[in-house]
């Protein structure tokens, strides 16, 4: 879709939209929070459906009594509370997130509201055994958590391509079940979210006159709108596939797994000129929450902040203008020629059966290209202090048992990637990087 076409639609999104109100408890209690109360309606393009949803991939974790990290639920029931308060009605979980917990702690949280209040999202995560046993078993499984007789968003989960679709869905005989599930009213709406090629996701759009898909969850960004890169597939590809069948988007990782919460300095100086007073995320997702075919975009609100950072953008939502529009495409390009990694922190290459915490070794390297922290050589001004400070940095970030240089290059990360990052190359790319810092040898 190019500018003007977007423009076109985005313009009478605030019009058209359906709206829920954002603060209507607080305004009923005389809260004394001014900036709570000017909180507006909730942005809806689909009736019903607020625009933010909740990702529950990332729930605030605490430490239990034996030292173990587990999830906070008293944090969680607090989080859930406030975003059902201010029209954030879509939660998004999987049997996979956080071990496996996710489900559990997102369903403790949302059942001490009614039902008919919050709308759940949860996922066919068949990845290590896709049976039509297990995938039937890990549904139902999914229902009992819930306590409740329907799911109101299914999906196939991530699927990879054609061949991953047929080998854990379509020649298993488990979609016969699912579109029998949906027929009876159990399942409201089937999709599927996808990271893969354009082979790929054309492959699954070819399939939806046989199984109709009533939405479909996307990567989809001011970044990845055009600059994707390696075997993903650019968003405006898809999105314009999805438009035209008129099949609902979900967006996930609209923040590029929070790439786009802090950019470079200059970057952030342009957005800071327009917007003083707005996040360097907001803008993120004022781009996604712009486009009208989108049913809600998830975010991973690990903290209150987070939430009510959101809310703030969401509630009296204001659609990008054109020239807006145009400088997130030039900070993009921009974005397009850091030599990053690209990884989104999605954890699902944990854990590394040796110990790397590769998320964690992804960011600090990412973040210190973004932040042009790192060391460049000798011919750099103050050298020797950077480089001292980048591998005390190093360290502190990635505790030393952890770092790239233990990776034997097993593999068993790779299949996993939803990114599709060839993680041992990476990590053998920045233990290389690493190693030429301390041993001040660069190439």
Avoid at 119 to 136: C, G, I, P
Avoid at 162 to 173: C, K, L, Q, V, Y
């Amino acid at each position: 879709m190019d500018r003007r076409e977007f423009l076109k639609r985005s313009g009478a999104v605030a019009a058209a939209a359906g709206l829920a109100a954002c603060a209507p408890k607080a305004a009923e209690s005389g809260s004394s929070s001014q900036e709570e109360a000017a909180l507006g309606p909730m942005l809806q393009h689909f009736p019903g459906v607020g625009v933010l949803g909740y990702g529950c991939m990332r729930w605030p974790m605490t430490k239990d009594a034996e030292g173990n990290d587990v999830i906070d639920q008293e944090k969680v029931n607090a989080l859930v509370d406030e975003a059902l308060e201010h029209g954030v009605n879509y939660f998004d979980t999987s049997p996979v997130y956080l071990r496996g917990d996710s489900e559990r702690a997102s369903a403790e949280a949302l059942n001490r509201h009614p039902r008919e209040s919050w709308l759940l999202a949860t996922k066919l995560s068949n990845f290590a055994n896709a049976t039509y046993e297990n995938s039937v078993k890990m549904y139902r499984r999914s229902l009992k958590i819930f306590k409740t007789d329907h799911i109101d968003y299914y999906l196939l989960h991530s699927i990879g391509s054609a061949e991953d679709f047929n080998r854990r869905f379509g020649s298993t005989g488990i979609m016969d079940f699912l579109l029998k599930e949906r027929e009876a009213g159990r399942i409201r709406n089937l999709g599927f979210s996808i990271h893969s090629h354009k082979e790929g996701f054309d492959s699954m759009m070819e399939l939806h006159p046989k199984y109709h898909w009533d939405f479909v969850q996307i990567q989809m960004n001011y970044l990845d709108w055009t600059h994707a890169g390696g075997r993903n597939t650019n968003a405006d590809h898809m999105y314009a596939e999805l438009s035209a069948r008129g099949i609902p988007v979900v967006i996930m990782e609209p923040l590029r797994g929070g790439g786009l919460a802090t950019l470079t300095k200059p970057q952030t100086a342009r957005l800071k000129a327009i917007e003083p007073d707005r996040s360097v995320a907001s803008w993120a997702f004022r781009f996604v929450g712009s486009f009208p075919n989108v049913l809600t975009a998830l975010s991973g609100m690990t903290y209150k902040e987070h939430l009510e950072d959101n809310l703030r953008t969401f509630c009296n939502f204001k659609p990008l203008s054109e020239e807006e529009f145009k400088m997130l495409e030039e900070i993009a390009d921009e974005q397009s020629r850091f030599s990053l990694v690209g990884c989104t922190g999605c954890q699902y290459c944990m854990p590394c059966p040796y110990g790397i915490d590769i998320p964690g070794i992804f960011r600090f390297y990412d973040r210190s290209v973004v932040d042009g922290t790192y060391v460049k050589g000798p011919e750099q001004e103050r050298y020797a202090r950077a480089r001292r400070k980048y591998l005390a940095e190093y360290d502190k970030a990635v505790e030393s048992a952890r770092q790239a240089d233990h990776c034997i290059s097993c593999g068993k990360c790779v299949s996993s990637c939803p990114q599709h990052i060839r993680i041992p190359r990476e990590l053998q790319r920045i233990d290389k990087y690493i190693e030429e810092i301390k041993q001040e040898k660069f190439e």
